[in-house]
């Protein structure tokens, strides 16, 4: 038995009927309490600490307080390039001074055992370099959505972190809100029969045209890589299959703005089944949908990718569920599955199949909406 893993302690009343109730079993009901009968508490699992990396607005206004409502895992520190971010957040989190980085001397991270994850929370094409890192560093990453800027990216990645056995993790937040949890059982329950069509829409009007979204070397690409992801997701969760051809087309109302970038994209996937997707991704305009056809019903979310405030039915009934923040229900999940060993639902193989899905539609856009197979 290994040193302090149990301890052997007199139950109080309190203790035996919290045991009783959860079905221990190690009492008949109604046998009499024996108080030198020894109770064993088990050691719970450690609680992780996160660093974000990147304190822009996700990390500020999501992350940071989703942290503060985790059971598993606590923000345990920061990277960041900005002098002027280190005090405020030291101040509103009460951080550490030897847990706060940055981007220089970020490889130091490694000899920091109060941090056990990198949360990646930078520019699209810095998501590679710092999983990659991190991964050498020893700590297990959640990395932000896109994965990457290419498929070979999202390999390299994967690649690191198996290498540096450490565990990877995409931000797929919208895996653990109940409303999209509803439309993942749907092709593996089948209640009303198979999903046979799905649309997916996702958009919104773009600000400041001088933000790193719409500089190319920064991002990526547009709307694609940015809320496009979401549709690709919801498309592939809600049919249980991965698309086998994509057809594109993007439309520009803007070239000077969007120069560099996508700005709205209308697209179709095709799946093994039959099953097919419509999907539409905007800087333009606003849209936010997720609607699942059925050979007996439908489901739909409504708003379907927001933060908060989701919506949604099933065949007409309505989705009722508590409101609880996704980013801290994502990251709990991640730190239990590092505590017990396992792999996480939205691991690099899922990031990597969605970048598959996105250079497939370039393809397709570039080629004037030819059919192009996945």
Known sequence: MKKNSITHLPPSRRQFLRQFALGSGAFAF???????????????????GVALVGLGNYATNQLAPSLQDTEHCYL?????????????????????????????????IANNDDIDIVYVVLPNSMHAEYTIRAAKAGKHVICEKPMGLSVKECEDMIAACKANKVKLSIGYRLHF????????????????????????????????????????NLAGGGAIMDVGVYCIQGARYATGEEPIAVTAREF?????????????????????????ANCTTSYAFSTNRLHV????????????YSYRGLAGHVNRKPMDFPVKRQQASQMDNFAQVINSGGESEVSGQEGLLDLKVVEAMYKSIKKKGKRVKV
């Open 76 to 108: 345990a520190g920061i990277v960041t390039g900005t002098k002027e971010k280190e005090a405020k957040w030291i101040e509103k989190y009460n951080i550490p001074t030897k847990n706060i980085y940055n981007y220089d001397n970020f490889d130091q």
């Open 293 to 304: 056809g059925m050979e007996k019903g439908t489901a739909e979310v409504q708003p379907s």
């Open 177 to 216: 809100d109940p409303h999209h949890m509803e439309i993942i059982k749907l092709p593996k329950e089948k209640p009303f029969g198979a999903v046979k069509y799905v649309n997916a829409e996702f958009g919104f009007r773009i600000g400041d045209p001088t933000q790193w979204r719409l500089r190319k």
């Open 30 to 48: 109604g046998a009499p309490l024996i108080a030198s009968t020894p109770l064993i508490i088990r050691k719970p699992a450690k609680k992780l």
């Open 252 to 276: 520009k109302t803007d070239p000077v703005k969007f120069a560099e970038v996508d700005e709205t994209v209308t697209w179709e996937m095709e799946f093994p089944s039959g099953a097919i």
